[in-house]
């Protein structure tokens, strides 16, 4: 029967050899690629907020046209 912890092992010194073969960002483009994906996300929400917003505006704007005034 095959140890089932020889197979766990090779696997995890795989991935040791394999991580060290990747190339790592340094500390200085780590941090501008950090900024860069704020920056984008910021922008982003920005939009989906306007966007959110004048969709509300429109909907209650067709709503208040079909309901029924009740006065």
Request: aromatic fraction near 12%; hydrophobic fraction near 50%.
């Amino acid at each position: 029967m095959k140890n089932p912890f020889q197979s766990v092992r090779l696997f995890w010194s795989e991935v040791i050899v394999e991580l060290k073969k990747a190339s790592w960002p340094t500390r200085s483009e780590l941090k501008e690629s950090t900024i860069v994906v704020i920056i984008g996300i910021l922008i982003l929400g920005c939009y989906v907020s306007v966007v959110d917003f004048s969709l509300f505006q429109v909907l209650n704007l067709f709503t208040s046209w079909v309901r029924p005034v009740v006065g």
